[in-house]
């Protein structure tokens, strides 16, 4: 009997992929990071910054909200459930449990995954490289993604193509990202008078109300660059907080490695995509 039901759920299976509409060629991209899922040491992540990179994924609808990801290269499909932390990899034949996902969408174009095995939501973000496992209760921001059409990213890279021209201006600096990663809001004591500016030829300068920071830096397709170290004047800054934030702005101006806007915001991001520097036009 438990051998006569295995095989019920494989024809059913079978029969839902076979009788889907045509399937969609997409993309995932971390709405976290703005980074394509691509594969990195067998597992997907994260991690490309140009579409072109990035895996293609037929989609196959299942019922209701359910769905399962069809590796193109392959043709085989994307099991969550591979080692210990439940990573996620191409390279399953069948679309059982592990292949499935719950497909919830949470505004703005961005959608959650959810594993029809475990229960739990799939993170970007799992390790150095931001891997993608099923491992996270609740949907937030690394568990959320968008499922780009391939027919409409062209040559589109995660930085948005930005250059200096269009970065060049004066900003508010608004979050930084503090030695733990974590990205704070400045306090009210810092906000007023933390400020960056950017001129087309490359040349940068900040301060925060003490000293003075500037640093040569190239901008190129969404890339980020700092030439050589940033250089700073060295007075002796009244409130302690100044001189962390100080240090903390050199710091991630060597750290940073992409750049995207979004109207009148630029955010910087690590290699890995975390965010580490938000600036509001002025």
Same mark, same amino acid.
């Given at each position: 009997m438990k051998r006569v039901a295995h095989t019920l759920l494989a024809l059913?299976?079978?029969?839902?992929? #076979?009788?889907?509409a045509k399937a969609d060629e997409v993309l995932l991209q971390?709405?976290?990071? /703005?980074?394509?899922v691509t594969v990195v040491n067998g597992t997907l992540a994260a991690w490309? +910054?140009?579409? +072109? $990179?990035?895996t293609k994924l037929?989609?196959?609808r299942l019922d209701g909200n359910k769905i399962a990801f069809r590796d193109i290269r392959s043709g085989t499909y994307v099991r969550a459930g591979v080692g210990q932390n439940t990573m996620l990899a191409a390279g399953s034949p069948h679309i059982r449990s592990w292949e499935t996902f719950e497909l919830n969408r949470i505004g703005r174009g961005e959608v959650a995954l959810r594993s029809g095995q475990n229960g739990l939501y799939v993170r970007a973000g799992v390790g150095p490289r931001?891997?993608?496992?099923?491992?996270? $209760? *609740?949907? +937030? /921001?690394? @568990?959320?993604? +968008?499922?780009?059409d391939v027919r409409n990213t062209g040559g589109h890279n995660a930085g948005g193509g930005i250059d200096l021209r269009a970065l060049s201006g004066d900003y508010r600096i608004t979050h930084a990202a503090a030695d733990n990663g974590f990205l704070v809001r400045l306090g009210q004591e810092l906000a007023g008078s933390a400020r960056m500016s950017i001129q087309r030829r490359g040349i940068l300068s900040a301060t925060v109300g003490c000293n003075s920071i500037s640093a040569q830096i190239?901008?190129?397709? #969404? $890339?980020?660059?700092? *030439? /050589? $170290?940033p250089m700073s004047t060295k007075m002796g800054c009244p409130i302690r907080a100044q001189s962390l934030l100080e240090t903390r702005i050199s710091q991630i101006l060597t750290e940073a490695r992409t750049v995207e806007r979004d109207r009148q915001t630029?955010? &910087?991001?690590?290699?890995? #995509?975390? @965010? &580490?520097?938000? &600036? !509001? !036009?002025i």
């Open positions: 059913t299976l079978l029969f839902a992929a #076979g009788t889907a971390s709405a976290k990071s /703005g980074l394509y490309a +910054r140009d579409a +072109r $990179q990035a037929d989609t196959v931001s891997h993608l496992a099923a491992v996270s $209760q *609740r949907a +937030r /921001g690394w @568990e959320a993604f +968008r499922m780009v190239s901008v190129e397709n #969404g $890339q980020f660059r700092t *030439r /050589g $170290q630029v955010t &910087l991001r690590a290699r890995n #995509g975390a @965010e &580490l520097l938000k &600036l !509001r !036009r």
